[in-house]
């Protein structure tokens, strides 16, 4: 019995259009993705020999670039539509050590049997799962990374005080409106409302009770945190 991964909440990238808005916006938004990429490659120590899975990987964005710092990328998600943009920038890349499956990230973590994972990355992805999911993706994620195996944790995580909330979500759409782009600011605005963004010490706890240790947390804003975890 799992939680049905395919029927998401809030915003999907099931259609094309909206798939195809989220690969622009990355395109434009992102500045400095490749330096990012590095940063991440350095932190999750990965070699030619590294086995990685990128988990809801979208379009690729981040994935392409980080097949150049390991031996195989597994790209799950459950978008066939993201999966294709993806494919189509591998084929014109010459691209071939990303392998796409159209999974949830709990189906693929649960069926996925041995421990021979380097590293995991959750890229604005992990939100989508309830917090109850999260936390038997993250007992899979210990069961199938190696020894040592780390997380990259990319998120709009919250690190705030509960009674705080008003001020930080309006903090958090005034930055996004910041942008100049109404489509993601209305994006953020349902984020809010409907999908599973929760608290730091939420995430950080479910991490620990699964024997992870957590190597660095990047506190970008209270509404959003990237981390390292280790198993
Ligand atoms: C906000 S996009 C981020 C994509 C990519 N990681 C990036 O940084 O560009 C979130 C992605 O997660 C995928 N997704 C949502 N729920 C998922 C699930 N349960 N399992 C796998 N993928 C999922 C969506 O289809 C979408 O492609």
């Known amino acids: ?26 395109t434009k938004l992102e500045s400095n993705h490749l330096e990012k990429v590095k940063d991440i490659a350095s932190k999750l120590k ?7 899975a990128d988990l809801g990987c979208g379009s690729g ?24 943009l993806l494919n189509g920038k591998l084929l014109i890349n010459g691209i071939s050590n990303i392998a796409c499956y ?3 990230i709990l189906e693929y973590l649960s069926e996925h049997e041995s ?23 993250i007992y899979h994620m210990a069961r199938i990374l190696k020894p040592d195996g780390r997380v990259f944790l990319s998120d709009v995580i919250f690190s705030f005080p509960v009674s705080d909330y008003k001020e930080c979500f309006k903090e958090m759409i005034d930055f996004i409106r910041l942008k100049g782009d109404d489509g993601l600011t ?3 605005e349902n984020h809010l409302l409907e999908e599973y963004s929760t608290f730091d010490w939420i995430i950080e706890g479910m991490f620990q009770k699964n024997g992870f240790k957590m190597i660095s947390k990047d506190k970008k ?11």
């Not at 990965?46 to 990685?52: A, G």
């Not at 380097?118 to 992990?126: K, R, T």
């Open 102 to 104: 159209n999974k949830g």
């Open 186 to 188: 209305k994006d953020t």
């Open 46 to 52: 990965l070699t030619p020999e590294s086995i990685v």
């Open 61 to 84: 964005f981040f994935t392409i670039e980080l097949a150049g710092y390991c031996k195989k990328v597994f790209a799950i998600d459950i978008s066939p539509i993201m999966l294709e």
């Open 221 to 231: 804003s209270s509404t959003y945190s990237d981390y390292i975890f280790q198993k």
């Open 115 to 137: 421990n021979d994972l380097d590293a995991l990355i959750l890229q604005v992805s992990f939100h989508h799962l309830p917090d109850f999911w999260k936390n038997v993706a």
């Open 1 to 26: 019995m799992l939680f049905n991964e395919k029927k998401p909440v809030g915003g999907t990238f099931l259609d094309l259009e909206r798939a195809k808005k989220w690969d622009d916006r990355s």
